[in-house]
Structure formats: structure tokens, C-alpha cells
């Protein structure tokens, strides 16, 4: 449960994509969103991989709090990015909803080849 009493879970990071998407033009003074849309993409995309990286490191140490902890960065920056590019996160939600139920193997199999 949170502060508030209503019960934790996946919608907050509705609320974040909400709150980040607020962020897109205003003063980069104002906060460490907009100071990274002002910086571009390829400075989104650089945070999202230390982050990426920094999660991987954590999972190695197996200490489950920083895991969580740099977890939560992840998925900021990943919310970041998508804003920045114009995603949506129901157009993700659609996409992993299309693929449930689905065998990990057999939806790479048929994705197209490159």
C-alpha cells in the first residue's frame, strides 16, 4: 500500500508517463525532465542505457531493494525516451497484450527476418 492507502501497482507508471509528458517544453531549470527532452534524444537514449547498465550490475550483487531501486530509474528513462519519440504507453501495453499468451520462441520465430 502506499502513503495514500490505495493499493501499489503497474498504473503508477501511467501517472509518471502523465507527469513526464508535462515536462516536454517547459524550463529545463524546472526539472530534470525537461532538462533532459532540451538535451535530445541521444542524451535520453545515453541515460536509458546507464540505467540499463546499472540495473544489470545491481542484479549481479543479488541484493533485491537496489535491483528495485534501479529498476524504478529504468523505467523512468525508458518513459522518457518514449515520450520524446512520440509513443504512447497504451501502444506498448497493446503490443506485450497481442503477445500474451504467446510462447517467447514461437513470437520471435515469427517475426520477420532482417
Not at 524550463?27 to 547498465?53: C, H, M, N, W
Not at 525508458?78 to 515520450?83: D, E, I, N, R
Amino acid at each position: 500500500m502506499s502513503g495514500g492507502g490505495s493499493p501499489i501497482d503497474a498504473r503508477v507508471l501511467d501517472r509518471l508517463a502523465a507527469v513526464i509528458r508535462s515536462r516536454q517544453g517547459a524550463d529545463p531549470a524546472s526539472s530534470y525532465t525537461a532538462k533532459l527532452f532540451a538535451r535530445g534524444r541521444p542524451k535520453i537514449a545515453q541515460k536509458l542505457g546507464e540505467e540499463a547498465v546499472e540495473t544489470v550490475i545491481e542484479a549481479l550483487r543479488d541484493d533485491p531493494g537496489k535491483i528495485a531501486s534501479e529498476s524504478a530509474d529504468l523505467l523512468y528513462h525508458l518513459l522518457v525516451l518514449w515520450a520524446d519519440a512520440g509513443v504512447e504507453p497504451e501502444a506498448v501495453w497493446a503490443v506485450l497484450e497481442a503477445r500474451e499468451g504467446t510462447s517467447g520462441i514461437a513470437e520471435k520465430a515469427a517475426r520477420p527476418t532482417e
